[in-house]
């Protein structure tokens, strides 16, 4: 994905339109209304959490043991199982199962890990047509977007633009924006491609260890459409899917959808184990960075994350500047924790496009500490040298006064040092909080030249 | 017991009547109070910029000023929070570890220190109240809206002795305002339009006033409300607590 933009230049211009920033808000607010409502009529909700977190932690520390225990029990269920170290070579095994398979078109239900690994543009390279199944997913390729929420991959658009890229598309009536309609034409296009296609690839939400079979949690049914169409079945997934026991899958189940959307359960929770009769399954288990990640102390249990989404519903900041302004495959909080373990350079602005208000880490159903981890990132960033120079020189001559009470009085003295240097003050020109917002209006005398009239020790030395 | 007052640096600059309003109601509720002369700033502006490696000196002068406290006092939960998660002094990292654990939030050190359970005042205004994020979610002053527990606020509860006040109920509770230290700038377009939200749920509410635990969200939103010229205006809680 290019990114010509930071996150803050994008999200300048997504806020151009506040109306449409509005309904972006309040769509999301909706889904997290929807999530608190579904979480809080779970007595045990609180104590799900924990649980989760545990059983992820206790992944992340044996993951090497996991992963051979999965692998071993996959291989016994006939799942041929691809290793990939990196978003290429995930790519190339997926281009070689096609073309051992003779095979030149794919459906495809939703998979964020190919969208971090771009697989749809380096097949489309190669001649491979690939069909997203998912309706939201639909929509933003044959818009040419990525999708900018993991789990509502087109709700930036409105029905209107969803008539449009259709009428263009599928050839629907111009101007009907008519739901039904629409989804009805999504239908009839998608049930073609499933009957033609003799490749689906899913993702993975769940890869059981002890049982070596993966578990695929979709609203509208279209993995097991395209599965079961299919000849080869071709599932991806981070290695950091796995979890240990089938008994623990009741947890995160529960957990999923209702931190996603405020379901009690997805439509289709699908187990896959191993190949029908005469057919062909293929696992491909990619790192990607994952196992740097695992080693960053402070960023390791980023991988407890299950992509519920639920910190991209509740982020201020992500219902206000859109999924496309983070410019990465993930979007929002828990994004802006894993891209720059990806490209610090490249991601660099993302750990700042926060408050830390800390909502994210309050709705996460595994507990990542997701706030915390985007300080984190601002010190690693900022010591890695990824932030403007001119920042660092503003910084550390602020450092040097506050911290010589002596000089912080002179300087306070010559004009107030708080009213020359805070963030929002610096009078550059440019002034970017004097934009929109008026200045505190300076009053006549500081605190401090108050107490020196009024505490009690100085008063108590008037008396003397 | 010897209490430490501090002022956080830009209250001290530009909202001193939040200090004194502090001051008075700590002395007033049988505190020896003092303020050390030589306090800047905790440091968390540089922090929370990825600029934490030099904040050594800041939180040096920091130790120097309250280690000899009890207990340190300061009307803001976000300067609290930091000193509560990241001060440090190599020199002097004993004191730095007993002013960790003694630094409190104002409402917080009322209700939990002193054990007051409400306090007496005259306010006859319609008030919202902006739960500010390290406050709420850091020091956790009140209970979240994202969690499954039971609620209580604790600067919410010290109003309830104040007469004529009345609490507007927010659309949505705990939402952040947008201020997050030079995100106010960084980001200027959402800072903005997260403050604009914030102030809408209030003036849907008619409130009089929007009070809080911590000035720099009340300083981000009383300059969109200036800006607006809206008739709203930001106060204190401790400014509140105070009144006679």
Redesign the interface.
């Known amino acids: 994905m290019k990114n010509n933009l930071s996150h803050s230049q994008a999200a300048e211009i997504f806020n151009k339109d506040e109306k449409r920033v509005d309904w972006h808000d309040e769509t999301l607010w909706f889904v997290r209304e929807k999530r608190d409502k579904s979480s809080h009529q779970i007595p045990g909700w609180e104590l799900l959490r924990e649980t989760a977190s545990q059983i992820k932690n206790n992944v992340l520390s044996n993951m090497h043991h996991y992963l051979q225990e999965f692998e071993a029990n996959a291989l016994k269920n006939g799942i041929i199982v691809h290793w990939a170290a990196d978003g290429e070579e995930h790519n190339k095994i997926v281009h070689s199962i096609m073309e051992k398979n003779g095979a030149t078109q794919m459906v495809k239900s939703k998979s964020m890990l190919t969208e971090e690994c771009h697989l749809n543009d380096y097949l489309s390279e190669k001649g491979i047509d690939v069909i997203d199944t998912d309706l939201g997913e639909r929509i933003v390729q044959l818009r040419n977007e990525p999708p900018s929420h993991i789990v509502l991959p087109a709700i930036h658009l409105k029905k209107q633009d969803v008539s449009e890229t259709f009428h263009e598309h599928l050839g629907t009536e111009k101007g009907n924006n008519d739901p039904q309609y629409l989804t009805e034409a999504a239908r009839l296009h998608l049930r073609d491609k499933f009957l033609t296609r003799k490749v689906a690839l899913t993702g993975v939400n769940f890869a059981i260890a002890e049982t070596g079979e993966i578990v695929v949690c979709t609203n509208e049914g279209n993995a097991d459409m395209g599965v079961h169409l299919a000849d080869v079945h071709i599932a991806c997934m981070g290695f950091e899917k796995i979890i240990p026991e089938r008994k623990h899958l009741g947890v995160f189940l529960r957990l999923l959808a209702r931190s996603a959307t405020g379901q009690p359960i997805t439509t289709f929770s699908s187990h896959f184990k191993k190949p029908r009769a005469g057919k062909e399954m293929h696992l491909v288990i990619v790192d990607n960075g994952r196992s740097t990640q695992l080693g960053r102390p402070d960023f390791r249990n980023s991988l407890k994350c299950i992509r519920c989404a639920a910190c991209m519903n509740t982020c201020p900041v992500y219902r206000r500047s859109g999924g496309h302004s983070y410019h990465t495959a993930v979007a929002g909080p828990i994004g802006s924790i894993l891209a720059p373990n990806l490209d610090m350079k490249q991601n660099a602005d993302l750990p700042f496009a926060s408050t830390l208000c800390g909502s994210c880490s309050n709705v996460c159903p595994v507990k990542i500490d997701i706030h915390d981890q985007l300080y984190k990132w601002r010190q690693v960033l900022v010591k890695e040298g990824y932030t403007p120079k001119a920042k660092t020189v503003a910084m550390k001559g602020m450092s040097a006064v506050l911290a010589n009470p002596v000089v912080f009085d002179l300087a306070g003295k010559a004009g107030r040092f708080v009213m020359k240097n805070a963030p929002f003050m610096v009078n550059n020109g440019l002034n970017a909080w004097y934009k929109q917002r008026e200045m505190p209006a300076p009053p006549t005398e500081s605190f401090r030249e108050w107490y020196k009239k009024n505490g009690t020790e100085f008063k108590e030395k008037d008396n003397e | 017991m010897k209490i430490g007052l501090f002022?956080p640096?830009?209250?001290?600059?530009?909202?001193?009547?939040?200090?004194?309003a502090t001051?008075e109601l700590l002395?007033k509720l049988g505190c020896d109070?003092?303020?050390p002369?030589?306090?800047?700033?905790c440091?968390q502006?540089?922090?929370?910029?990825?600029?934490?490696?030099?904040?050594?000196?800041?939180d040096?002068?920091f130790v120097a000023?309250f280690a000899e406290f009890d207990y340190i006092v300061c009307p803001s939960g976000s300067c609290v929070l930091h000193v509560k998660e990241h001060l440090h002094d190599e020199k002097n990292e004993a004191a730095s570890a007993k002013i960790r654990k003694s630094v409190f939030e104002l409402t917080e050190f009322i209700t939990d220190i002193l054990k007051v359970a409400t306090i007496e005042g005259n306010f006859p205004h319609k008030v919202g109240m902006h739960i500010s994020?390290?406050g709420q979610?850091?020091l956790k002053l009140s209970q979240?809206?994202?969690?499954?527990?039971a609620p209580f606020s604790k600067p919410e509860q010290l109003l309830h002795g104040i007469k004529g006040i009345e609490i507007a109920s927010l659309n949505?509770k705990?939402?952040?305002c947008?201020?997050?230290?030079?995100?106010?700038?960084?980001?200027?377009?959402?800072?903005?339009?997260?403050?604009k939200?914030r102030i809408k749920d209030h003036e849907e509410q008619g409130v009089e006033y929007i009070t809080g635990f911590d000035m720099s969200c009340l300083?981000?939103l009383?300059?969109?409300l200036?800006?607006e010229k809206s008739p709203i205006k930001t106060i204190h809680i401790a400014e509140i607590l105070n009144s006679k």
Do not use: W
């Open positions: 002022i640096c830009y209250v001290d600059q530009f909202y001193p009547n939040v200090g004194i001051y002395q109070v003092r303020f002369m030589k306090q800047t700033c440091g502006p540089m922090a929370n910029s990825g600029y934490e490696h030099l904040t050594q000196g800041c040096a002068n000023n994020c390290h979610r850091g979240m809206s994202e969690l499954n527990a949505r705990d939402e952040c947008g201020f997050g230290g030079t995100f106010c700038v960084t980001e200027e377009a959402i800072s903005v339009k997260m403050g939200d300083m981000h009383e300059g969109i200036r800006r």
